[in-house]
């Protein structure tokens, strides 16, 4: 009877710390359509796939000593993230 008893207060012990552990309670992260740059899909144009966003990039003298950043162009031509949901047009139906 005593191994029955030591069982159940087993049993309720692990149901308590899995039921309040902290880390059982986070939240996934939504995913996020970037492309391979880092860049939204709202940077790139539509037709020419050309991004309009911008990298920065550390800038150095003659010296080999640091100045500062740089934004610079970005040069990527493509998204490569996840696709999007595709958007469809449904005229009002009129009754």
């Not at 692990?14 to 970037?34: L, N, S, Y």
């Not at 539509?46 to 950043?69: F, I, L, M």
Request: hydrophobic share 30%.
């Amino acid at each position: 009877m005593m191994e029955l008893l030591e069982g159940a207060g087993i049993l309720l012990s692990g149901i308590a710390v899995g039921r309040f552990w902290p880390a059982r309670r986070k939240e996934p992260k939504p995913t996020k359509a970037v492309c391979g740059c880092r860049h939204e899909l709202s940077f790139h144009d539509a037709d020419t796939r050309q991004c309009h966003g911008t990298n920065r990039k550390s800038v150095y003298d003659s010296y080999g000593e640091w100045v500062g950043y740089q934004d610079v162009a970005c040069t990527c031509r493509q998204y490569t993230g996840p696709e999007p949901l595709p958007s469809y047009y449904a005229p009002e139906i009129s009754s």
